[in-house]
């Protein structure tokens, strides 16, 4: 900054003047060396740094565009392998759909459904670990999604941690789904239940089941498929009502009619049991063995309702006849002691030949109900000694039992 | 003082002030063009190769870029080839902070042309070069004094490389531990301020997102650090292979005619065109591939094939002179290798152990230390990315061992060692423990013979000095003391040039090497040490022989004796 300098008047008079530049001055100051002074200054660093901070602010800007288009590009592109990851899932490339996911879920971070699919191509695969490991990440930021809670479920449920499994779709089933709420939670409770089913916690899929019983649309295979759980849950009177629902729908479903007769059968009614499984189109071997069984038990038991007493006397002969031959097999065979076989043996020989036609008494329908109480009484004591029955009308004969059972409680 | 005085002082800023504002703005826009390089390389990549690139465009695209980028660094941006932090380092160390503008941007275009065309190289580097060069010209716009524009070096390149890696702490340190070469550096809150503020800037425009996911890791049991200790080892060992081939590699490049330097880069694109059919993974910086190995998703086969075709790849893009860093491909190959030894080990150790993707995490750390040689860094760095301190004890042992190898067998730092390729020498970073240094030992009279001058001619040259030096004040060739010379005639070899008996590996210091390196490196009594340029090693600037050392204590000893006298006269008045 040049020092300042008091301005020179000439000799001849006249208006002072600058001694450093020579101008004309005013009020003592030199107009021009003021201007050159401030010229300085704004080249100084101030109005630089000024520049600077616009430079900045403008780089700023524009950087932020192009991000946000390469953001968007990025966006097509995750969408683009996202699709070729879905197709290559479909077709059962796992291996391509996982690369191309993953390279979805890299391209585009924050979109959770791209890395959901990949945790579920992960899942497909077999990579429960790395599957596990995305989608706990997903859970970490969104804790509550029923969709990260249910694959996760499916996840333990696959590695066998049943008690993780059911707290993942427990937290599930608490979400909120962002469609189709009703029917999202239905198909988690409905998972839920074949889970806890097949890890044999009944009790359970029972209480989750009748909260599904509530408000169940009416569609055939949804009632089919409640039916089902309920029979393998151990209720098959809510089974049977399922089956009956799904049959008022499409009465000529294979399933619904197995799924009926099979409900019918545990109830005990066997006449209905029957109706139902013979008229199933193309049964399986388990129907049609359960058909014949309901069929033997209606033609063996001496009990049913509109049977004469003749009928009576011959169907409990011949029951008793065929709990008598067992007896004698199982006697046979086992090693244990058999003095309580003995004496059924000897109650059943004593039933035996009162029951032969000279010594039949003409009405005697207590007699029948005793001497039936015998013969199932032999037929599980055969049973606890020496296994399950291997006949059918063995079988046939435990299942009358059991039904008069039920019948007396 | 008049009023315009005032103003002029009030809008004047003061130094520190100044300096404040600058590292904020430098950070700012060092952040701002790591950012924009790192788009820009994706954006190439994008529109060269699009989403599911044919076998042909893999092959066609780094050749034909590689021809581009090939004239443009042989022709406009010389010095804009390799990663950039050696050329950083020797800004700061010899060029007073000057990176001519060109470099930059020279730096942006091939870079994010070689990099988005599959070259495997890192983005780290250049950004430090980036933000290195920016601060530069900013400095000297603002007209700053040379000792203020070189401090603003190392700001630029912490800015830049805190956005770069979104790891504003191992940034700093980056800048202390490897530009600057010394931790205990007065710029400690500048290269924060401008690390902060190009964090800030960087995820105000990209997000928060972490640059790679890593599920919480831990030592799982005490003995599992004997794990991480083999990890370190073989740390050590891939570190040394990588550098050793890298210099070897990039020698034999530099050894071919100067004429096929446009052509190089070419070679290198063609090379990675084959390479990537093989392994298309290792196309560019690769950290989708790094974030696969920490969160254990590859296989053992996927490791090792990806772990050894990146490290070829990547010499070959280096060494053929193309624009790009080893930052990324040393955690690449870092993270490969972590992740094949934590398999081995979870598989074979006889306790409990983490997943492989820990020793994933742990072997990029060891990676980095061991090539890059920033232990400090490659802690932090580790640290940021995981935000677990969990992990730093067995990150620290492999590191120290991955070092301390690496260390042993290869003592010169690769970024150094690149420079030295290009004749450049950087001042070591050890504090001066002697009050001389060379330049103040040293002699300019020296005698020069053409390389081509026979052996008798060079012992009937008049002088007599005990040592020859052979070439050119600006290109030394090589040493020859008078008693070979005499030797090579008294065994017949009197007609044979002097340029091939020349000690061509002889040694040397620089003008600012300390008294005691001097008398460290002096081969003999009779002997010559050359004392040669740092930013051209081959030109001398003195020699200091015995005598000159003499007559240098005669002169301290004769002016110390004038000074005793004079305080005497003065105590006798």
Redesign the interface.
């Given at each position: 900054?040049p020092p300042?300098t008091a301005p020179s008047r000439p000799p001849h008079g006249g208006p002072a003047r600058c001694p450093s530049c020579g101008q004309p001055t005013r009020a003592g100051?030199c107009r021009s060396c003021?201007l050159a002074?401030?010229t300085?200054?704004v080249r100084?660093?101030?109005?630089?740094?000024v520049i600077?901070?616009v430079?900045?602010a403008a780089?700023?800007w524009g950087?932020?565009s192009?991000?946000r288009s390469?953001a968007a590009?990025?966006r097509d592109?995750a969408a683009?392998?996202f699709m070729?990851g879905q197709e290559a899932l479909r077709s059962g490339r796992g291996d391509a759909a996982i690369a191309a996911l993953?390279?979805s879920a890299?391209r585009d971070?924050?979109q959770g459904r791209y890395r959901l699919a990949l945790a579920e191509a992960l899942a497909t695969n077999h990579l429960d670990?790395?599957a596990r490991?995305e989608l706990?990440?997903l859970r970490e930021a969104q804790p509550e999604d029923p969709a990260i809670n249910l694959h996760l479920a499916r996840v333990e449920a696959r590695s066998g941690d049943a008690d993780a499994a059911r707290r993942y779709y427990e937290s599930a089933l608490g979400g909120l789904w962002r469609r189709e709420q009703g029917d999202m939670r239905r198909a988690t409770r409905i998972e839920l239940v074949d889970f806890l089913l097949a890890h044999d916690q009944r009790a359970r899929a029972l209480s989750e089941l009748l909260v599904l019983d509530v408000n169940v649309p009416e569609e055939a295979d949804l009632h089919l498929r409640l039916g089902a759980m309920f029979l393998r849950a151990g209720d098959p009177r809510r089974a049977l009502d399922h089956f009956t629902l799904a049959l008022s729908q499409t009465p000529k479903s294979g399933a619904a009619l197995a799924g009926a007769g099979q409900a019918a059968f545990e109830l005990g009614d066997y006449r209905r049991a029957l109706r139902h499984l013979a008229a199933v189109p193309l049964a399986d071997v388990a129907t049609i063995e359960r058909r014949d069984l309901a069929a033997l038990v209606l033609a063996s038991d001496p009990l049913l309702p509109r049977l004469a007493i003749r009928e009576r006397q011959e169907r409990l002969a011949a029951a008793a006849d065929r709990a008598l031959a067992t007896l004698y097999a199982c006697r046979g065979s086992t090693t244990a002691p058999a003095t309580a076989l003995d004496s059924l043996v000897e109650q059943m020989t004593a039933l035996q030949s009162s029951l032969e036609v000279r010594n039949r008494p003409r009405s005697a329908p207590a007699a029948i109900d005793d001497g039936l109480d015998l013969v199932v009484r032999a037929e599980r004591a055969a049973a606890a000694s020496c296994g399950p029955p291997t006949t059918a009308l063995d079988r046939a004969l435990l299942l009358i039992g059991r039904q008069r059972v039920l019948e007396d409680s | 003082m008049t009023h315009t005085d005032d103003a002029a002082q009030w809008l004047r800023l003061k130094d520190h002030q100044l300096f404040l504002a600058l590292s904020i703005i430098v950070g700012i826009l060092a952040g701002l063009v790591a950012v924009l390089f790192s788009l820009a390389i994706d954006r190439v990549d994008a529109v060269f190769f699009g989403p599911t690139p044919s076998a042909w465009r893999m092959v066609l695209v780094p050749l034909a870029v590689s021809l581009v980028t090939g004239v443009l660094l042989a022709t406009l941006f010389p010095d804009a080839r390799g990663s950039g932090v050696p050329q950083t380092k020797a800004a700061f160390h010899l060029h007073q902070g000057v990176i001519p503008a060109r470099v930059p941007i020279g730096k942006f275009l091939t870079g994010a042309l070689g990099i988005g065309a599959g070259h495997s190289m890192g983005r780290e580097g250049p950004s430090v070069q980036l933000g290195a060069g920016i601060a530069s010209v900013i400095g000297r716009w603002i007209q700053l004094p040379p000792e203020r524009i070189s401090t603003l070096i190392p700001i630029g390149a912490a800015g830049a490389l805190a956005a770069a890696f979104n790891t504003p702490i191992a940034a700093v340190l980056f800048a202390l531990e490897e530009i600057i070469g010394d931790l205990n550096a007065s710029l400690l809150g500048s290269t924060v301020i401008a690390s902060v503020a190009s964090v800030v800037v960087e995820r105000s425009i990209l997000g928060n997102e972490p640059l790679f996911r890593v599920p919480p890791y831990h030592l799982v049991h005490p003995a599992e650090l004997f794990g991480y200790a083999a990890l370190g080892v073989v740390g050590g060992i891939v570190s040394l292979i990588f550098c050793k081939a890298l210099l070897g590699f990039r020698g034999w490049f530099k050894q071919l005619p100067p004429r096929t330097l446009m052509f190089q880069p070419a070679i290198g694109g063609l090379a990675i065109g084959l390479v990537l059919l093989v392994a298309p993974e290792v196309k560019g910086v690769g950290y989708e591939y790094v974030d696969q190995a920490l969160n254990g998703g590859l296989l053992v086969r996927t490791l090792i094939v990806l772990g050894v075709v990146k490290l070829v790849a990547t010499l070959v893009s280096y060494a053929s002179g193309n624009a790009g860093g080893i930052f990324a491909p040393s955690l690449f190959i870092g993270a490969m290798t972590g992740g094949l030894v934590g398999t081995v080990v979870t598989r074979l150790a006889p306790f409990p152990t983490a997943e492989p993707g820990a020793y994933a995490l742990v072997g990029m750390g060891a990676l980095f230390a061991g090539i890059i040689r920033a232990p400090m860094t490659s802690v932090f760095m580790i640290f940021e990315i995981t935000q677990d301190y969990q992990i730093l004890v067995p990150l620290m042992v492999a590191n120290l061992l991955s070092f301390t190898i690496a260390r042993r067998y290869q003592p010169l730092p690769v970024y150094d060692a690149l420079l030295r390729q290009d004749d450049v020498h950087l001042p070591s970073t050890l504090r001066r423990s002697s009050a001389w240094a060379a330049r103040d030992v040293m002699t300019r009279e020296m005698v020069f013979v053409d390389a081509e001058t026979s052996v008798d001619e060079a012992l009937a040259m008049p002088g007599g000095a005990a040592v020859v030096l052979v070439g050119t004040p600006e290109r030394l060739l090589g040493v020859l003391t008078r008693r070979r010379l005499a030797q090579a005639r008294g065994d017949g070899r009197g007609a044979v040039a002097v340029g091939e008996i020349a000690d061509r590996s002889f040694a040397h210091v620089h003008a600012d090497h300390a008294l005691d390196v001097v008398l460290e490196r002096m081969p003999a009594p009779e002997a010559v040490l050359p004392v040669v340029r740092r930013d051209r090693a081959s030109a001398v600037l003195g020699v200091i022989t015995l005598e000159s050392l003499m007559r240098r204590q005669e002169r301290t000893t004769a002016a110390t004796a004038e000074g005793a006298a004079g305080h005497a006269g003065r105590d006798g008045a």
């Open positions: 900054m300042w100051r003021e002074r401030w300085r200054v100084q660093e101030f109005v630089r740094l600077l901070i430079i900045t780089s700023f950087t932020r192009f991000a390469n590009l990025r592109q683009a392998w070729l993953r390279r890299v971070p924050g670990a790395d490991r706990l990440a | -």
